[in-house]
């Protein structure tokens, strides 16, 4: 990235650098932004000044594997200058960018302390929105390891900050993170009151990528409520925008929420091109387990179809990810399909094996068990008297997959 050549100022004793570097942060959830810095600095060392005078700028470390280490080696530079002429506020704002990076590579706990140390700076010398933007980032964090009580303070602390300084953006970055925990805690009309809300913000100031996270998220919790034609409008607009700006993962999570809204309402030929659509786009991308879930998706249908041969390939390969990702759940799901398309094929003592196994990981993980899974294996004792039966479960030593 060129800097500006009005951002340049040389002298034999004084240098003036602005940084401005706008990084997509990617926390866990998914929300697009961009952080802009700007730092003037002055009287850099000799090693700053003759990175300017060659034309170069610190590197968006977003866009540019090498250039993360690169930038912070840079910022640190700058930030012990700033700090040797006493300009706290230059530093501060060095060490907001600094715990910013380490965020978005998920180095959590060095970038809270920093982010928390450039926050007392900013908070000493009236510098409300930086102090904000700090305490923003920290309730990301926060919201990225699940603990949304304290995310939701900090994020609602910093909100009143830029709602009272007119930072509507940052404001609705917020709003949209607070729906996003609030979705996550299955409270959906607070939910959606608070990402419609910053959906509308974000549109009317052209954030086309946020505005569809939130689309996103507001037709997820239609399907859940079973609300399928306004779920649809929702996934279809947000996925319009996502393929526009090449958001190809959100695109492909958005297709498969279709495919299995589809799927929900036995439109199997449709639902099956969005499955396949979806699932090569996240093995593209290397999203093993959205691509597994598209594959238990696809032998559902097959099975649904009768075509068992098939089903179970897809569901066997789909168990085999679940199983080395540690997905318990699904893997118990794939396992009670293989077993109903086993008893459905009257192999009754092999159809027993899965359906237990299935049926003790769903009591492990507290869920609740399918009706039919019970159902099945008592079904399967009395048609096959050969089969081992105790209490109808099998022993913890005896789950693994």
């Known amino acids: ?32 932004e961009k952080v802009t ?33 690169e930038e912070m080696n840079k910022l640190e530079k700058a930030m012990r200058v700033f700090e040797a002429k006493g300009e706290s506020i230059a530093a501060a704002q060095c060490l907001q960018r600094l715990g910013e990076m380490l965020q978005r590579t998920n180095q959590y706990p060095e970038a809270t302390a920093k982010l928390e140390k450039a926050m007392r700076v900013f908070e000493g010398r009236g510098e409300s929105v930086p102090a ?15 603990r949304y009580p304290e995310a939701t303070a900090k994020l609602e602390k910093a909100m009143r900050v830029f709602e009272a300084k007119g930072e509507s953006v940052a404001a609705a970055q917020c709003l949209q993170r607070l729906g996003e925990m609030l979705q996550l805690s299955d409270r959906y009309p607070e939910a959606m009151a608070k990402l419609e809300k910053a959906c509308r913000v974000f549109e009317v100031m052209g954030e086309s990528v946020p505005a569809a996270q939130c689309l996103q998220r507001l037709g997820e919790m239609l399907q859940a409520l079973n609300q399928y034609p306004e779920a649809t409008i929702n996934l279809e607009k947000a996925m319009r925008v996502f393929e526009t700006m090449g958001e190809s993962v959100p695109a492909a999570q958005c297709l498969q929420r279709l495919g299995e809204m589809l799927q929900a309402t036995n439109q199997y030929p449709e639902a099956t091109a969005k499955f396949e659509k979806a699932m090569q786009v996240f093995e593209v991308m290397g ?25 179970t390939t897809k569901l066997e390969k789909a168990m085999g990810v679940f199983e080395v990702m540690g997905q318990s759940v699904p893997t118990a799901q794939c396992l009670q399909r293989l077993g109903e398309m086993l008893q459905a094929s009257r192999q ?54």
């Open 132 to 146: 904000a933007q700090c305490l923003q980032r920290l309730g990301e964090m926060l919201q990225a390891s699940n």
């Open 287 to 311: 999203q093993s387990v959205p691509a597994a879930q598209c594959l238990q998706r696809l032998g559902e249908m097959l099975q649904a179809s009768r075509q068992y041969s098939e089903a």
């Open 37 to 69: 810095v700007s730092v003037n600095i002055a009287f850099l060392d000799e090693t700053l000044n003759e990175e300017i005078q060659d034309g170069q700028s610190l590197m968006d470390a977003s866009t540019h594997p090498l250039a993360h280490s």
């Open 1 to 32: 990235m060129q800097l500006p050549s009005q951002a340049l100022t040389h002298s034999p004793t004084a240098t003036v650098l602005a940084i401005t570097s706008p990084p997509k942060l990617d926390t866990g959830s998914s929300c697009v």
């Open 348 to 401: 009754y003592a092999e159809a027993t094996v899965k359906l237990e196994k299935a049926m003790w990981v769903f009591e492990v993980m507290g869920e609740s068990i399918p009706a039919a899974v019970s159902a099945e294996i008592g079904r399967d004792a009395a048609s096959d008297k050969s089969v081992p039966r105790s209490d109808g479960q099998v022993r913890e030593g005896d789950a693994g997959f």
